[in-house]
């Protein structure tokens, strides 16, 4: 199958995108991102000065007018046609276990997750149906976030809630399975036979959680029925007493709406520190909030890490990845410490210089920093499916 598989994560006021060839499993041809849109969208271009390659920006263009342009784009400068196109999105609900060719039934059924995933489930569905526009018939796939931890147990997805509630679908659900996708098939090239042994995946960005494996395969995972729960993230508080919600609707007043927003916008590093959602503005800020912020991504990552080595029966790798997992040094030391009772020994100057292997060589609990590729297991499976 000649021609290129177009890979887009579409956001709020963003797209991720990346071209890929179509029929051999290699690096993108093209990757960037077009950033601020609704205010002042920018173009940019992993390795090259993209200038106003799909022509002058502004404030005006719209998520389809601009993926349409960015289509044309890339054919153009690929050389090839497109062939289809893969998307990430978030919310595939319980009954979607792996990728799908996106038809009207299943783009149906995923408008009914929008409510699930309210920051990204609209946006991700908003990409299908601008591809759609600009290349009627098109073969597009949706890779879901939630599939991954499908393996999971049904204890595992349940919550003690009655029957009835279960049955609709009110499970434990997990996210960021396209990056824990990735770093299970990569990890045995890494890690050797500790890749099947008892493994913890620290997903650590703005949204951040943790997943156990076991086998490769998801065990546990912090993230629940939606992406609020589990760890602290930018914007997100994680785990959080029911009651606190209830005290806000009942007690302040609040209506549904404000406390959405609350928990989905206000919450997280950007709530305890009131200067930013950004790990890299808190660690560089001598604030005593800021400091505290960070403190309690740490106290929580040790608690729920904590948690999962329990279900585990032990520990013999933990992996950090993604943006703060990769490019903090300063979080993997503090998680480090913590968990040195658990035989986690941290070997300073290769985690200072971000090395792949960040523990020492006598440590029980071997330590990685391993980026993330969610991009290319969504290119792969999307060749899987079309070609």
């Known amino acids: 199958m000649t021609g290129t598989i177009l890979v887009l994560n579409?956001?709020?006021?963003?797209?991720k995108f990346a071209s890929y060839p179509a029929d051999t499993d290699a690096e993108p041809v093209l990757a960037g991102a077009i950033t601020g849109i609704g205010r002042s969208p920018k173009l940019a271009v992993k390795g090259r000065n993209a200038g106003d390659a799909i022509?002058?920006?502004?404030?005006?263009?719209?998520?389809?007018?601009?993926?349409?342009?960015?289509?044309?784009?890339?054919?153009?400068?690929?050389?090839?046609?497109?062939?289809?196109?893969?998307?990430?999105?978030?919310?595939?609900?319980?009954?979607?276990?792996?990728?799908?060719?996106?038809?009207?039934?299943?783009?149906?059924?995923?408008?009914?997750?929008?409510?699930?995933?309210?920051?990204?489930?609209?946006?991700?569905?908003?990409?299908?149906?601008?591809?759609?526009?600009?290349?009627?018939?098109l073969?597009?796939?949706?890779?879901?976030?939630?599939?991954?931890?499908?393996?999971?147990?049904?204890?595992?997805?349940?919550?003690?809630?009655?029957?009835?509630?279960?049955?609709?679908?009110?499970?434990?659900?997990?996210?960021?399975?396209?990056?824990?996708?990735?770093?299970?098939?990569?990890l045995p090239s890494i890690a050797g036979d500790r890749a099947d042994g008892k493994v913890i995946v620290a997903h650590l960005g703005h949204g951040a959680s943790l997943c156990a494996m076991r086998d490769r395969k998801s065990m546990a995972t912090t993230m629940g029925f939606t992406a609020l729960d589990g760890l602290v993230m930018g914007k997100r508080p994680g785990r959080l007493d029911p009651g606190v919600v209830l005290h806000l609707l009942q007690d302040k007043g609040m209506e549904i709406s404000a406390v959405a927003d609350l928990l989905n916008g206000q919450s997280g590093l950007l709530g305890v520190s009131g200067i930013s959602d950004d790990m890299r503005d808190l660690l560089a800020s001598d604030d005593?909030?800021?400091?505290?912020?960070?403190?309690?991504?740490?106290?929580?990552?040790?608690?729920?890490?904590?948690?999962?080595?329990?279900?585990?029966?032990?520990?013999?790798?933990?992996?950090?990845?993604?943006?703060?997992?990769?490019n903090a040094p300063e979080i993997r030391a503090g998680v480090s410490?913590?968990?040195?009772?658990?035989?986690?020994?941290?070997?300073?100057?290769?985690?200072?210089?971000?090395?792949?292997?960040?523990?020492?060589?006598?440590?029980?609990?071997?330590a990685l920093v391993i980026p993330t590729d969610e991009e290319g297991v969504i290119a792969r499976s999307t060749r899987q499916l079309v070609g």
């Open 139 to 186: 073969p597009q796939v949706a890779c879901f976030d939630t599939a991954f931890h499908r393996t999971q147990s049904r204890l595992a997805q349940l919550y003690a809630i009655p029957h009835a509630l279960t049955d609709e679908g009110v499970l434990h659900y997990g996210f960021h399975g396209l990056s824990y996708d990735y770093i299970a098939s990569v």
């Open 55 to 137: 022509g002058p920006l502004a404030a005006s263009d719209t998520t389809p007018d601009l993926i349409a342009r960015l289509v044309g784009w890339l054919e153009s400068e690929g050389g090839d046609s497109l062939v289809a196109a893969g998307h990430r999105v978030v919310h595939g609900g319980r009954d979607f276990s792996a990728p799908v060719i996106v038809n009207d039934g299943i783009m149906a059924r995923l408008e009914g997750f929008e409510s699930l995933a309210p920051n990204h489930q609209p946006h991700n569905l908003a990409g299908i149906r601008a591809v759609a526009a600009a290349r009627p018939g």
């Open 10 to 15: 579409v956001g709020s006021s963003s797209i």
């Open 337 to 366: 410490t913590k968990l040195s009772w658990l035989g986690l020994e941290l070997d300073p100057a290769a985690n200072a210089s971000g090395q792949t292997r960040v523990s020492t060589s006598a440590s029980a609990i071997e």
């Open 288 to 326: 005593v909030r800021a400091r505290e912020a960070v403190d309690l991504f740490i106290y929580r990552l040790v608690e729920e890490i904590g948690a999962l080595t329990a279900l585990l029966g032990g520990l013999d790798l933990l992996v950090f990845t993604a943006g703060i997992g990769e």
